[in-house]
């Protein structure tokens, strides 16, 4: 792979994440709007809600065999553009199983789209020989600030969910095409490795041992997936119960409790913006491990927060220590098991919506049972425990050569 090759791979992937962070945001944002549109009961709702990431979740298992068969890059190539019209489905309907149809496609075109986004990241990543992983996530976060600005606008402006969906998916959708010309695994880690064998094949043999040949063991996975979940937890109780939190507990206006989310979208992009940086200068246990001590020190704030300009340093806190727990922990995943690397991202991505499935009803149940502030502590101790887990991460020079030399890209940019 020519250095211009991986220049073109990490700039059409960069796109693709930035595509997805769109098209995310402009779906969970508007999500009253498509209750009214369908007439969705709110005791409805939640079933709706939760099928997303259930099938986001079957999605990513489906992606685990295709990898065995295709490229990383030809799953990617056919599930963002599922992704989008998914989406125009969705504002495109009237009928209720019009809702059920597009939502469960999106759903599952999600998780195809999320394992092989990120297969091609920590293959990238692992030709490049430093770390990018952080740049991909942070290219989703301002398309997450871009897509839910759009469905801001369009709530204001009361425009139809059809009428602000279209335009986005007329230009992200030729571009997203375009830009999938370009998508590119790392040599010898994804796709075709040294024999012209399919990098994947294999996968979902699981053994206890994953010395030989970097063979995939759910057991030595088992850290890493208790990271990803405690760290969605965590990002999915900021997402569903920060405005809650700040009006009800802190006694803010309306107004300023949409304020929190925002914040923490912003501080992710930063964060994400600057954390490969401090990969490379720190390694990525000392990187993983401060963040966990800095979004475990603001829900700490937010608990014991006074009142809302607190709670919000709290938040803003949050945004910075988690925005670099996620890519580093599938940044891990790969190099950990060389010869099944793309199986062990899509396994991995499985409990991303294990933990934002878990987050939103577990912080709810504990502050009606119990109060709010007392469940902030929950999700604390949970992003604490990756301190335990952080050993994962492994030291700095396994983290990409898997006992493999890396590969020469000292002028890729």
């Not at 792979?1 to 944002?29: C, E, I, N």
Request: overall charge positive.
């Amino acid at each position: 792979m020519t250095d211009a090759g991986l220049r073109h791979g990490r700039a059409s992937l960069g796109l693709s994440f930035g595509v997805q962070g769109v098209a995310f945001a402009l779906l969970v944002t508007r999500i009253p709007a498509i209750q009214d549109q369908y007439g969705i009961s709110d005791g409805l709702l939640p079933v709706f809600l939760a099928a997303v990431p259930i099938l986001a979740g079957a999605g990513s298992v489906v992606t685990e065999k295709l990898v065995a068969r295709v490229r990383p890059s030809v799953v990617l190539r056919w599930a963002q553009p599922l992704v989008l019209l998914a989406l125009l489905g969705v504002g495109a309907g009237r009928e209720l199983w019009h809702a059920a149809v597009a939502l469960g496609v999106f759903g599952m075109a999600v998780g195809a789209l999320d394992a092989s986004m990120n297969m091609l990241g920590v293959s990238l990543q692992r030709a490049y020989g430093r770390s990018i992983m952080t740049g991909f996530h942070a290219a989703f976060s301002l398309g997450g600030i871009a897509g839910a600005s759009l469905a801001w606008a369009g709530a204001r402006w009361e425009v139809s969910l059809l009428a602000s969906y279209l335009p986005v998916v007329a230009v992200l959708l030729p571009a997203a095409l375009v830009g999938g010309r370009w998508y590119t695994e790392g040599k010898g880690v994804a796709g075709k490795g040294a024999e012209g064998t399919e990098a994947g094949a294999g996968a979902g043999t699981d053994v206890d041992s994953g010395s030989a040949g970097g063979a995939l063991s759910f057991k030595l996975l088992l850290p890493l997936c208790l990271i990803m979940t405690f760290a969605y937890i965590g990002d999915s109780t900021v997402s569903n119960w920060s405005a809650k939190y700040l009006q009800d507990v802190l006694g803010s206006s309306e107004q300023l409790a949409t304020v929190p989310y925002n914040v923490y979208m912003v501080t992710t992009l930063l964060g994400r913006a600057v954390g490969d940086l401090g990969v490379r200068r720190f390694g990525a246990v000392a990187v993983v491990r401060g963040g966990s001590l800095l979004a475990a020190g603001g829900f700490a704030v937010v608990a014991v927060a006074p009142g809302a300009w607190v709670g919000m340093l709290g938040f803003t806190m949050l945004g910075f220590g988690l925005c670099v727990i996620v890519p580093q922990t599938f940044a891990a995943a790969g190099p950990m098991f060389p010869g099944h690397s793309d199986a062990a991202v899509a396994r991995l991505n499985i409990f991303n919506y294990v933990g934002f499935l878990v987050g939103s009803p577990l912080v709810g149940a504990l502050g009606d049972a119990w109060s709010y502030r007392g469940a902030m502590l929950v999700p604390m101790v949970l992003v604490l425990a990756t301190l335990v887990y952080a050993r994962a991460f492994g030291p700095e020079p396994a983290r990409y050569g898997g006992g493999h030399e890396r590969p020469r890209t000292a002028d890729v940019g």
